[in-house]
């Protein structure tokens, strides 16, 4: 499945889903670190493998507990680089939200949260001026969860954990290595809320 009609699929999803009498929702810049699994490993002699990543989430959370979000994050050299090429992570998910409004929906609250979704991992390898190129997308899981903190109705601070793990196989430059690809992430974002 392309990134692409993922995407397209999590915005659909978000757009249907039905109305509650009052529904948050919010965009929310991250930033991150990813750490465990594949994440930070140096592929053969690269080198300067990051653990960076950044990205945004659109929520929408309904009166009551249940919610959708669409999580979209970059991790730049998730493998290295070198000299003659880089590499790069891209995560795009569709999740459920459960989480409980302490405080309710307008003002100062606080909402602690658990989530789990499925969506697409993009794992791209560049070396040799695109002579060598690895270029695997594949379905993946996540599951996590955080805390929300709102300061008034429209701007928060949110922080947050996740898991990370394709269904298959992902091939990269060290081809004897090829295995299912999971992190972790961390990460805290401002939450803008409408």
């Known amino acids: 499945m392309s990134v692409?009609?993922?995407?397209?699929l999590m915005l659909l999803l978000g757009a249907v889903a039905p109305a509650t009498a009052r529904a948050d929702g919010m965009i929310i810049p991250f930033l991150g670190v990813n750490f465990g699994g594949n994440a930070g490993k140096n592929i053969g002699d690269a080198i300067d493998a990051k653990r960076l990543n950044w990205g945004a989430s659109f929520a929408f959370m309904g009166a009551g507990v249940i919610g959708?979000?669409?999580d979209i994050a970059h991790?730049?050299?998730?493998y290295g680089k070198t000299d003659i090429g880089g590499s790069s992570v891209l995560t795009a998910t569709g999740n459920l939200l459960f989480g409980v409004p302490i405080g309710g929906q307008k003002?100062?609250?606080f909402r602690p949260y658990a989530l789990a979704g499925i969506g697409v991992i993009?794992?791209?390898?560049?070396a040799f001026s695109d002579v060598l190129n690895f270029d695997n997308s594949e379905v993946a899981w996540d599951f996590g969860g955080g805390a929300m903190f709102f300061f008034g109705d429209h701007f928060g601070l949110r922080g947050d954990i996740r898991?990370?793990?394709?269904f298959n196989a992902v091939d990269v430059l060290d081809i004897s290595r090829s295995d299912r690809l999971d992190f972790g992430?961390?990460?805290a974002g401002l939450i803008l809320r409408f």
């Open 107 to 109: 003002g100062v609250g």
């Open 4 to 8: 692409k009609r993922t995407l397209a």
């Open 185 to 187: 992430r961390a990460s």
């Open 163 to 166: 898991y990370f793990r394709t």
């Open 75 to 78: 991790s730049p050299d998730f």
């Open 122 to 126: 993009r794992s791209k390898v560049d």
């Open 68 to 70: 959708l979000e669409a």
